[in-house]
């Protein structure tokens, strides 16, 4: 079973959210949702973390 996407806290350091996240720290943003450190900006940037999109796809609407 696949391990579901965390938010990463907003209190995080930028440096080891970007480590996570795979992308420079200035690419670093806030997750509009939850509030939650994202990819926000740059190539390849999603600006709805990965923990919003997992609940968005999880919900059944």
């Known amino acids: 079973m696949e391990e579901k996407p ?20 200035d690419e670093v943003g806030y997750c509009p949702r939850c509030q939650g450190l994202t990819h926000r900006y740059g190539r390849g940037a999603q600006v709805i973390c990965a923990a919003c999109r997992a609940a968005e796809t999880a919900s059944p609407d």
């Open 6 to 25: 965390r938010r990463i806290d907003p209190a995080t350091d930028r440096a080891a959210a970007a480590q996570l996240l795979g992308c420079p720290p």
